[in-house]
């Protein structure tokens, strides 16, 4: 795993990040909640989510990095909203195993690359994949409406803040949207929806050092003005003001966010 000391900036990937921690203590933010890395923590952060290393100078373990097309169908890496952290169980001697495999393979591809090295080392990503989400907590049963509606949102937030506008689109009535995600996350369809665009909002101003007027663009809003009503109301600060406090450095994590 990276190592060092400081404040490191904050990043939002393309691809998948993977960490398996082996040894020490320090802190990871994604997506503004802190999690705590400890021995034998799992975090797995997904494409598009902002993310920094609090405090990573005396932890170790493996980092795996890879594209969105290597995560195997049912894992918790495929959902956009699935577990960022988890425990593995007391004897994690598979999930080491598969990391200790794949590291060697990916080493000796790198000193002396033979034919069938890509394939080998997609077939132990995917094992190490699989035996990491086996460790991550289930989601909830009977929840189709649910995972469509998390889909549409994550796919069309920009286009519509309208609950009826997407029961539409999946068939669905709101009232069983609303049903559906107030089971699977404790919020209501509508909350659900204005939260993940004010996520999107935080991860531009945070990250990208766009203007406000941008941003609102960015996240379908047609007036600024609105845009920053919208965003006060629900994060108790003007978007110029969250900008500038996510890019001052914090010299302590807060507690953990799982």
């Not at 797995?44 to 795996?64: E, F, K, S």
């Not at 699989?130 to 286009?159: I, K, M, N, Q, W």
């Not at 949207?177 to 996350?185: F, G, N, V």
């Amino acid at each position: 795993m990276p190592a060092g000391s400081g404040h490191p900036p904050l990043q939002r990937a393309d691809f998948h990040v993977l960490a398996i921690v082996g040894s020490g203590r320090g802190a990871v933010t994604v997506d503004f909640v802190h999690h705590r890395l400890e021995p034998g923590t799992i975090v797995w952060i997904r494409p598009g989510n902002v993310h920094r290393w609090d405090d990573i100078a005396r932890v170790g373990g493996t980092l795996v990095l890879f594209r969105p097309e290597a995560v195997p169908h049912g894992s918790p890496g495929a959902e956009p909203f699935g577990p960022v952290s988890w425990r593995q169980p007391e004897r994690p001697a598979l999930v080491r195993l598969a990391a200790d495999h794949l590291r060697r393979e990916y080493d000796a591809s790198r000193t002396r690359p033979m034919p069938g090295s890509t394939a080998i080392l997609r077939a132990l990503l995917e094992v190490l994949l699989l035996r990491a989400g086996d460790c991550a907590p289930p989601p909830p049963a009977g929840r189709e409406a649910f995972t469509a509606y998390a889909a549409a949102v994550e796919a069309h937030f920009a286009e519509s803040r309208e609950v009826a506008w997407y029961a539409r689109r999946l068939g669905y009535s709101p009232r069983t949207l609303s049903r559906a995600t107030q089971e699977a996350t404790g919020r209501s369809a509508k909350r659900f929806l204005d939260d993940r665009v004010v996520l999107e909002a935080r991860r531009l101003l945070a990250h990208t050092g766009i203007t406000v007027a941008e941003c609102a663009r960015r996240t379908g809003f047609d007036d600024t003005a609105n845009f920053s009503k919208f965003f006060r109301a629900r994060t108790g600060l003007a978007p110029g003001a969250f900008a500038a406090r996510a890019r001052t450095p914090v010299d302590a994590p807060a507690p953990d966010g799982r």
